[in-house]
């Protein structure tokens, strides 16, 4: 299981972590990333770390967003800076099918419930 935690309210140019701490089974071996959904539209890819710490993100969120994972509490953290308006989304956490992290949905498997982001101008 996932749970996804730190959604909330902010201000245009202020901060947030998000925390998707995993229970039930080990994905220290697997690639695990962050999507976000707005009403209306698919969820999209946010960022992405594999089992090696290495990461990946989209251009809209690179220079803003970092994500980073601890193994030894099987949670990924996604530290968002300098947020926008469009920011603003349901943010969903899930775990890869590989040790890769990817830009595409169909790779993941366990994903968490989702925390809202809203973003204020």
């Known amino acids: 299981q996932l749970q996804a935690s730190g959604g909330g309210l902010v201000q245009a140019g202020g901060s947030l972590r998000l925390s998707c701490a995993a229970s039930?089974?080990?994905?220290?071996?697997?690639?695990m990333g962050w999507f976000r959904q707005v009403p209306g539209k698919e969820r999209d890819f946010v960022a992405a770390?594999?089992?090696?710490?290495?990461?990946l993100y989209t251009d809209s969120v690179k220079g803003r967003f970092t994500i980073s994972r601890d193994n030894a509490k099987i949670t990924v953290y996604l530290q968002m800076n300098s947020l926008k308006p469009e920011d603003t989304a349901v943010y969903y956490c899930?775990?890869?099918?590989?040790?890769?992290?990817?830009?595409?949905?169909?790779?993941?498997?366990?994903w968490g419930q989702g925390t809202q982001v809203t973003v204020s101008s």
């Open positions: 039930g089974r080990t994905f220290s071996s697997y690639g």
């Open positions: 899930a775990v890869g099918r590989s040790a890769y992290g990817s830009r595409i949905i169909s790779q993941y498997t366990y």
């Open positions: 770390v594999h089992w090696n710490g290495d990461t």
